[in-house]
């Protein structure tokens, strides 16, 4: 049972133009939904993250929307530019659960040039 | 400050050979976790540890152990390796989400250990 389900799968955007990568949760328990971003051969590093008190967050060009009830939340990347090409992970934990995160299945952004 | 690390980053196993990975982290992080990544899955639990000498199952530990001897490091062990743990080990830390100094559950990686088994 995939707990956290991720879309699409890749993503290309020109230079300048609006990223949207999708995630969708099923265990209600979940009270921390962070995006990571991965570049090759690096590991998973935090971008943003949000709590489910509130239904946006944004830092700089990237901004989390949340929506609770339809236990969706969505990663927008304004502005895209060739240096955020990476995969982006979204993921979700509990603080009840030991912090164990599940990922989604990930996302690989290609911003062209 | 190093943050976490591991060793080796690439190793070369046959078929039922044992190896062990090492994670070692210098942020005093209670938590520590072990995933893998494979192509199109995302990362998957394989272990975690919310503290020195504890250690529990993740979603996949089949065909994995785990110690935690000391807080600031957390072993992973292959006894017989099998062409299907081929994959991109990754070691996380991180604080409770409601203990730590940023109140979040932020997980910490390493840069990865690659894994072929033949």
């Known amino acids: 049972q995939q707990q956290v389900k991720q879309s699409p799968q890749s993503l290309i955007v020109q230079k300048g133009g609006i990223s949207i990568i999708n995630c969708a949760y099923e265990?209600?328990?979940?009270?921390?939904f962070p995006w990571y971003q991965q570049f090759p051969g690096k590991g998973p590093a935090l971008l943003i993250a949000?709590?489910?008190?509130?239904s946006e967050k944004k830092e700089g060009r990237f901004t989390i929307s949340f929506n609770k009830s339809a236990k969706q939340f969505s990663l927008h990347i304004m502005d895209s530019q060739p240096g955020d090409s990476a995969t982006y992970f979204c993921?979700?934990?509990?603080?009840?659960?030991?912090?164990?995160?599940?990922f989604g299945d990930g996302t690989t952004l290609t911003v062209k040039p | 400050n190093a943050g976490v690390t591991q060793t080796p980053k690439f190793r070369v196993l046959k078929t039922g050979q044992s190896m062990t990975l090492l994670c070692a982290q210098d942020?005093?992080?209670?938590?520590m976790y072990w995933y893998r990544q494979d192509p199109g899955m995302g990362l998957r639990l394989i272990h975690y540890s919310v503290g020195e000498g504890t250690t529990a199952k993740g979603e996949v530990p089949d065909g994995y152990n785990v110690s935690r001897l000391k807080k600031q490091n957390f072993l992973l062990g292959l006894e017989s390796a099998a062409p299907s743990q081929t994959s991109v080990y990754f070691c996380?830390?991180?604080?409770?989400?409601?203990?730590?100094?940023?109140?979040?559950?932020?997980?910490?990686f390493g840069e990865g250990s690659r894994l072929t088994v033949l």
């Open positions: 265990n209600t328990a979940f009270d921390y």
């Open positions: 993921a979700a934990s509990s603080d009840t659960n030991a912090g164990k995160s599940t």
């Open positions: 942020m005093n992080h209670e938590y």
């Open positions: 949000i709590r489910p008190d509130v």
């Open positions: 996380a830390s991180s604080y409770p989400s409601s203990g730590g100094p940023t109140g979040t559950g932020e997980l910490f």
